[in-house]
């Protein structure tokens, strides 16, 4: 019987949704007007634009998790480098929104790829690397 209700269980949950390239863009679009301090006339606008700087910043802190644990084994990703600055979510939002404007309107770019450009783009690294002895 256990395995009975593991097995509808399964049968019934739904795949996994992944973020869109429309949905980022359209996100971002509220996260620049709330920025902007625009009215909102879509009741979902905050939740479009909470969404939009959650995913970048989430992105971000991934990347910085990911280069601080890398440079413990003697490897800098320097893929890009944000300013030590306060409250970044703006300039990642806006790079970002900079990165969708240059793909076509249904572009099928990964968000992360597409978030990964765009913070590359605004914000490159100028050290130069060198090997860790």
């Known amino acids: 019987m ?20 429309k949905e980022l863009r359209e996100d971002c679009q509220a996260a620049e007007a709330f920025f902007a301090q625009k009215k909102h006339t879509d009741p979902y606008d905050s939740v479009k634009s909470a969404r939009c700087i959650s ?4 992105f971000a802190d991934g990347y910085a998790v990911g ?5 413990k084994v003697g ?3 320097n893929a890009f480098c944000l300013p030590a600055e306060g409250d970044m979510s703006f300039r990642l939002v806006r ?9 076509p309107p249904n572009s099928s770019a990964n968000t992360a790829a597409t978030v990964a450009a765009a913070l590359s783009n605004a914000f490159p690294c100028t050290e ?4 860790k002895k």
């Open 2 to 21: 256990k395995h009975l209700a593991c097995l509808i269980a399964l049968l019934l949950a739904s795949s996994a949704h992944a973020y869109s390239g």
């Open 55 to 58: 995913y970048i910043a989430g």
């Open 67 to 71: 280069d601080y644990l890398s440079d």
């Open 75 to 77: 490897v800098k990703l």
């Open 95 to 103: 790079a970002v929104q900079a990165q969708l404007d240059r793909q």
């Open 128 to 131: 130069t690397l060198e090997r």
